[in-house]
């Protein structure tokens, strides 16, 4: 189509992305008139309206959705030229665009960053956190280049390349300290503090104690570990937590730690990536770095 830029279906798929024209245009880094200006253009190369527009967000039209659908194959395509140039010339460099899950990204990052700044030194890292089905999609429509998380993702479309294991650990009040450690049927009796809905975490907890969310009163929710650690000492209940946050989120919490018998709760924290991406042989280099600066 004569005039159509890859600009058009940039500022296009973050529109799509972000719902509203103030936030696209500061995603995109540029003026909000601009980004109108580039969308209307794009209009009038199609011959229709794309989005409709309300005061407070705008929604894709049947035609804009199938655009974006296009739209989305085009510039992952063209990013991984880019990638394929990149994977060419060694060791990785330039900009990476990485996520990561909360439950990983305070107790991890600050070990990986210093490891791949040392081992990677032109590497420009593009941090991310949000929650694994926030990553998983952006993986796939070329918004990220890999992200960290718990594994198994199953997705065909993703390499999974596994880092390390870690167990959880059970978080008490401090009275508790000298009681037994609480069997997974044990702990169906006790109030349960959980992540909230769409942290992986959550779902494997409740996994290893074999409960049901909609239970009601048996559970209470917090948006970080942090908040459940001192929800926890308050009296509020009890948690889990994984072994990797347990000295930063526990030394300011009036809490007693305890480690479960065998078989331990646990999950396996690995990095993700798309299977097309020309990075593949560099990514699988930066996971041995990773792997390695992962370890206590």
């Known amino acids: 189509m004569i005039g159509l830029t890859l600009k058009h279906l940039r500022y296009f798929q973050a529109l799509a992305q972000h719902r509203h024209f103030g936030r696209a245009a500061d995603a995109c880094a540029i003026s909000q008139p601009a980004l109108s200006l580039q969308i209307k253009e794009l209009e009038a190369l199609f011959g229709v309206a794309l989005v409709e527009r309300n005061a407070r967000e705008i929604r894709l039209t049947s035609v804009g959705e199938a655009l974006l659908?296009?739209?989305?194959?085009?510039?992952l395509a063209v990013g991984e030229l880019d990638d394929l140039a990149r994977a060419a010339k060694g060791p990785l460099a330039g900009r990476l665009r990485m996520g990561v899950i909360p439950t990983v990204a305070p107790y991890l990052l600050p070990r990986i960053i210093a490891a791949l700044s040392d081992r990677l030194p032109e590497l420009d890292l593009h941090l991310r956190e949000a929650m694994t089905e926030v990553l998983i999609a952006e993986l796939q429509e070329g918004r990220l280049d890999v992200a960290i998380l718990a594994l198994p993702i199953s997705e065909p479309t993703l390499t999974e390349f596994a880092l390390f294991d870690e167990d959880?650990?059970?978080?008490r009040p401090a009275e508790d300290a000298g009681?037994?450690?609480p069997s997974p049927q044990t702990l169906q009796t006790m109030r349960l503090l959980l992540l909230e809905e769409g942290h992986c975490f959550r779902d494997q907890a409740?996994?290893?104690?074999?409960?049901d969310a909609t239970r009601p009163g048996a559970l209470m929710e917090g948006s970080s570990l942090s908040t459940l650690v001192q929800m926890v000492g308050a009296g509020m209940g009890v948690t889990l937590i994984p072994d990797m946050a347990v000295d930063m989120e526990t030394r300011s919490a009036d809490v007693a730690i305890a480690r479960f018998p065998a078989p331990r709760p646990r999950r396996t924290i690995g990095m993700v990536w798309r299977k097309s991406n020309p990075l593949a042989e560099q990514l699988m280099q930066m996971g041995a770095i990773v792997r390695g600066a992962a370890r206590p």
Not at 168 to 171: G, Q, T
């Open 69 to 75: 659908d296009k739209a989305r194959g085009i510039l």
């Open 168 to 171: 959880f650990v059970l978080v």
């Open 179 to 181: 009681n037994p450690v």
């Open 206 to 211: 409740l996994s290893f104690c074999q409960m």
